[in-house]
Nanobody, 122 residues
Framework: QIQLVESGGGSVQAGGSLRLSCTAS????????MAWFRQAPGKGREGVAF???????DYADSVKGRFTISKDNAKNTLYLQMNSLKSEDTAMYYC????????????????WGQGTQVTVSS
């Protein structure tokens, strides 16, 4: 059974940092589009950061310059380093895996983790 398990969420004051991790089982993230999404209460799901099999990345404008997505293929683990956190970053964060593509922003993500909560207080 394919599993994505997130960790690293928590509560932090505005301006602080958190690092999320997502460990995958029964899939090889190096061959796939991987992404972080988030969903705040009462809002739709938002794609935050994307990483291609090649390692190149894309970001939502709202997090560009503050968040960094990366992966360790040997550990089969995806990361999201979040710096300069703002109250509007408060949400449940999910990692997701999708098919190989040169455009990981637009693919359909078939596999999802259970989410990890990030709460930023101002």
């Amino acid at each position: 059974q394919i599993q994505l398990v997130e960790s690293g969420g928590g509560s932090v004051q505005a301006g602080g940092s958190l690092r999320l991790s997502c460990t995958a089982s029964r899939i090889t993230i190096g061959n796939l589009c991987m992404a972080w999404f988030r969903q705040a209460p009462g809002k739709g799901r938002e794609g935050v950061a994307f990483i291609r099999p090649t390692g190149s990345t894309d970001y939502a404008d709202s997090v560009k310059g503050r968040f960094t997505i990366s992966k360790d293929n040997a550990k089969n683990t995806l990361y999201l380093q979040m710096n300069s956190l703002k109250s509007e970053d408060t949400a449940m964060y999910y990692c997701a895996a999708g098919p190989w593509s040169s455009n990981c922003v637009s693919v359909e993500y078939a596999y999802w983790g259970q989410g990890t909560q990030v709460t930023v207080s101002s």
